[in-house]
């Protein structure tokens, strides 16, 4: 095991459950401490993926060796659709599934299934595509509502050197049909830019998709994470590649769908469709971000970039009733502060945050 292993268990810090007393607990998350409610859930329901994204899960980290979760560490399906009830009844309103790669995980249809149950959800799942022509239909038919599939360039050499797994363009390309048939259109596509890695593939990525009814999304390269060896100096700032999309495809500001929505959203101005980008490093949205995530283990951490979690499963498996959950979540909620990207400087972003593959990104 090389140096620069350091397994999760290792870095996985819990914070105290929180306690209450005769007043009881909370029934509703209501707030927290900069008045943002709480309204979805990213729920990671594997650390694996069979990709090895050089600014995600880089190979000499992710290797072999690497000790990632094992299956009685896991969420149950029953424990997952269990929490998202409780996280439900708080007012969530979308839950996207997530990982390490989602479709690893064994009979995810099933799971779908399960949560598709729980009346007033939005259901989305992020995908790097690799087996969407295998299983696209079993998920709209298990009840997924929406896809987003991750694609950082059309140029196969570009997207081999930063998948590190030597996957072809083609059979994402593949699966974004079969997402589209299969009625999960239209599809989102996530392209991280990175500087020197893929920002040649702006362009192609633009006109490839522009009036295909799907929307792509661009995405500041962040400092999630430990061990992806961050700097600004290589994220490339959305107002870039509007600018460079722009210069050939006109664009104009569209407004947000919702309230909290992460992408801003611009419009080809011959009405051919959109993309959106995504600034958690140049234009932080801390201010609106209504997101809690819900780690492989059952960990659940207020933000991304976080360095401790609470402990949910010990509750599940500690015996404890929905309502005592319900009320340690509540709580979380009303303390949460975190707002690290409007305070990201280079100490920071060289702090023991947890790999975004564990968290669920
Ligand atoms: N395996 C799935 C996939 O490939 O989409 C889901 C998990 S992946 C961690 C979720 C998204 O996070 C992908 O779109 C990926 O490109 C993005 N991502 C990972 N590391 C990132 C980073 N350092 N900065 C920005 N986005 C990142």
Request: with cysteine.
């Amino acid at each position: 095991m090389t140096d620069r292993i350091i397994p999760i268990s290792d870095w996985r810090r819990t914070r105290p459950l929180p306690q209450w007393g005769e007043s009881g607990a909370p029934a509703r998350a209501g707030t927290d401490t900069l008045g943002r409610a709480l309204r979805d859930l990213r729920v990671s329901v594997t650390d694996r993926c069979n990709f090895r994204c050089t600014y995600c899960m880089p190979r000499d980290v992710f290797g072999p060796e690497y000790p990632f979760l094992a299956k009685s560490e896991l969420l149950t399906f029953e424990e997952i659709a269990r929490l998202a009830q409780v996280f439900r009844n708080h007012g969530i309103e979308k839950i996207r599934l997530t990982g390490g790669e989602p479709l690893l995980r064994k009979n995810i249809e099933r799971l779908i299934e399960m949560l598709a149950q729980i009346p007033g959800l939005d259901l989305t799942l992020t995908t790097n595509g690799s087996s969407l022509v295998k299983k696209a239909r079993a998920l709209k038919a298990a009840g997924l509502n929406r896809i987003t599939v991750s694609l950082d360039s059309l140029d196969e050499r570009t997207f081999r050197t930063m998948n590190d797994a030597d996957f072809p363009v083609s059979e994402v390309l593949a699966g974004i049909d079969a997402a589209a048939e299969a009625g999960l259109a239209p599809v989102k596509i996530n392209m991280v830019v990175k500087r020197g890695a893929n920002e040649d593939s702006i362009l192609p990525m633009a006109r490839h998709f522009k009036g295909s009814g799907h929307i792509v999304r661009f995405i500041e390269y962040m400092d999630v994470g430990a061990t992806n060896g961050w700097r600004m100096d290589d994220v490339v700032p959305s107002a870039e590649v509007v600018r460079t999309v722009g210069e050939e495809m006109p664009l104009e500001p569209v407004d947000a769908n919702y309230a909290g929505e992460v992408a801003q959203r611009w419009r080809y101005k011959d009405g051919s469709g959109e993309i959106g980008v995504i600034s958690s490093v140049t234009q932080a949205f801390c201010r609106s971000c209504t997101r809690a995530r819900l780690s492989t283990e059952g960990m659940l951490y207020t933000c991304l970039f976080a360095t401790a979690g609470y402990d949910l499963r010990a509750m599940l498996r500690g015996g404890s009733p929905d309502g005592e959950i319900a009320g340690a979540i509540a709580r979380i909620w009303q303390a949460r502060a975190d707002r690290y990207s409007e305070i990201r400087t280079a100490e920071t972003a060289g702090a023991r945050k947890i790999e975004m593959s564990y968290i669920g990104g």
